[in-house]
């Protein structure tokens, strides 16, 4: 079956310092999610992607879908305090009945 | 008000004790899913609906069921609650329609402690 590894698990930067998650699959997807959650909070969608090599931004915030469709990244540029939580990508190998797995996390955390 | 409700938010219980989380939503969506979220873990789904009578086992469903009343509500069971079914549960929908996979809506949560 599908197996994802998200990396890294944890990840502490200086405010104003870039930082990037990683997704990576065993198998080939048909797309992949991105899913903010704040501490205290419940997780949140982000984004979603689909095409192969897809790119797409929001603000400071840059999403890869690789171009074999087994990897996606989260860019976030110049990270503010306001970027804190665990973020989830939340991979789709496709098929007539789509069900969500989520990858275990990056939380990020910001020194201000 | 929100689109997915969670209840009971908060549940302290024994060893034992059967308890019921449940989870209603006004966003019309035919699917519905229990996870559950354990630090270093992520969220692991228990359960997943995409109509009322379509009731499907995810990935950790050993001690839980759960009942879709209505296309609104679906509910999560511990028949038998142990400690290590202390965690956060998470109710959450979503919509076909709305893209290949259809981006998930969560509820708040219900942190559940097993003593």
């Known amino acids: 079956g599908q197996q994802v590894m998200q990396i890294p698990q944890y990840q502490h930067v200086q405010e104003g310092e870039d930082f990037t998650t990683y997704c990576n699959s065993s198998?080939?997807?048909?797309?992949i999610q991105w899913y903010k959650q704040r501490p205290g909070g419940h997780p949140v969608f982000l984004i979603q992607l689909v095409k192969s090599g897809e790119v797409k931004k929001q603000k400071r915030l840059t999403f890869q879908f690789g171009e074999a469709k087994k990897n996606s990244s989260l860019h976030i540029t110049a990270t503010q305090t306001t970027d804190v939580g665990t973020y989830f990508c939340?991979?789709?190998?496709?098929?007539?009945?789509?069900?969500?797995?989520f990858g275990k996390g990056t939380l990020l955390t910001v020194n201000p | 008000d929100a689109d997915v409700t969670q209840t009971p938010r908060n549940r302290i219980t024994k060893t034992g004790k059967r308890i019921m989380l449940e989870c209603s939503q006004t966003?019309?969506?035919?699917?519905m899913y229990w996870y559950r979220q354990d630090p270093g873990l992520g969220l692991r789904l228990i359960y997943y609906s995409f109509d009322v009578k379509d009731i499907n086992k995810g990935e950790i469903s050993d001690g839980y069921s759960v009942s879709r009343q209505a296309q609104a509500k679906f509910s999560l069971s511990l028949e038998s609650a142990i400690p290590n079914q202390t965690a956060l549960y998470f109710c959450a929908t979503s919509d076909p329609g709305t893209g290949a996979a259809g981006e998930l809506f969560f509820g708040e949560g219900s942190r559940l402690t097993v003593l």
């Open positions: 966003k019309g969506h035919d699917r």
């Open positions: 198998t080939t997807l048909s797309n």
């Open positions: 939340a991979p789709n190998s496709g098929g007539s009945n789509y069900k969500l797995t």
